[in-house]
Nanobody, 125 residues
Framework: HVQLVESGGGSVQVGGSLNISCAAPGYILSTSCMGWFRQAPGQEREAVAVIGSDGPSVENPVRGRFTISRDGSAKTMYLQMNNLKPEDSAMYYC?????????????????????WGQGTQVTVS
């Protein structure tokens, strides 16, 4: 059972910023692809950003406002969110790929992610 722990969510005004983080267990390979997803009430879960050995990949709705990164150990992942909009309000989840050989962000899909955190709520108003 993989335990991913998100933190840093909260309430912020429109145009504000938040930085959320995700701590992965020590046995998660530092090369495994990780990602951020979000789900608003009544909507399907959507990808926000993914990071792999080939760098970050950020989805269009948040590109230029959100930045995904990992620390030196690659066991902690971050999502810096700037210029937040009401439509960014959602539960944000971090995830790690099921197959540790999936190290590149390019071509990866949500079905590749098998380990999920409990989520951290982001509310923008």
């Amino acid at each position: 059972h993989v335990q991913l722990v998100e933190s840093g969510g909260g309430s912020v005004q429109v145009g504000g910023s938040l930085n959320i983080s995700c701590a992965a267990p020590g046995y998660i390979l530092s090369t495994s692809c990780m990602g951020w997803f979000r789900q608003a009430p009544g909507q399907e879960r959507e990808a926000v950003a993914v990071i792999g050995s080939d760098g970050p990949s950020v989805e269009n709705p948040v590109r230029g406002r959100f930045t995904i990164s990992r620390d030196g150990s690659a066991k902690t992942m971050y999502l810096q969110m700037n210029n937040l909009k009401p439509e960014d309000s959602a539960m944000y989840y971090c995830a790690v790929v099921k197959n540790p050989t999936r190290v590149r962000a390019a071509g990866i899909g949500s079905a590749d992610f098998g380990y999920w955190g409990q989520g951290t709520q982001v509310t923008v108003s």
